[in-house]
Nanobody, 115 residues
Framework: QVQLAESGGGLVQPGGSLRLSCAASGSILSTSVMAWYRQAPGKERDVVASITSGFSRNYVDSVKGRFTISRDNAKNTVYLQMNSLKPEDTAVYYC?????????WGQGTQVTVSS
């Protein structure tokens, strides 16, 4: 059974940076797709960024140029570097792994951007 453990969330001022990490315990294939989602209060959970096994990356328009997703297959870990954070980035961030045919979710980590 694969479990995902996120870390790195917290409170940061506008313009600041945070780095989220998500480590998978158990074995996942390097062919898996890894992603970060977020859910703000009263809103749906939406994808923020994703990365394939071939390191192809996609981002939602609102974070392009500010966020960077990366992965370390040897460590079964995916990262989200978040720069120039804005109050509208405030949300619970979830790690997601699609390891065909299964999918896994982390428990979420709170990111709050506020002065």
């Amino acid at each position: 059974q694969v479990q995902l453990a996120e870390s790195g969330g917290g409170l940061v001022q506008p313009g600041g940076s945070l780095r989220l990490s998500c480590a998978a315990s158990g074995s996942i294939l390097s062919t898996s797709v890894m992603a970060w989602y977020r859910q703000a209060p009263g809103k749906e959970r939406d994808v923020v960024a994703s990365i394939t096994s071939g390191f192809s990356r996609n981002y939602v328009d609102s974070v392009k140029g500010r966020f960077t997703i990366s992965r370390d297959n040897a460590k079964n870990t995916v990262y989200l570097q978040m720069n120039s954070l804005k109050p509208e980035d405030t949300a619970v961030y979830y790690c997601y792994v699609f390891d065909y045919p299964k999918e896994y979710w982390g428990q979420g980590t709170q990111v709050t951007v506020s002065s």
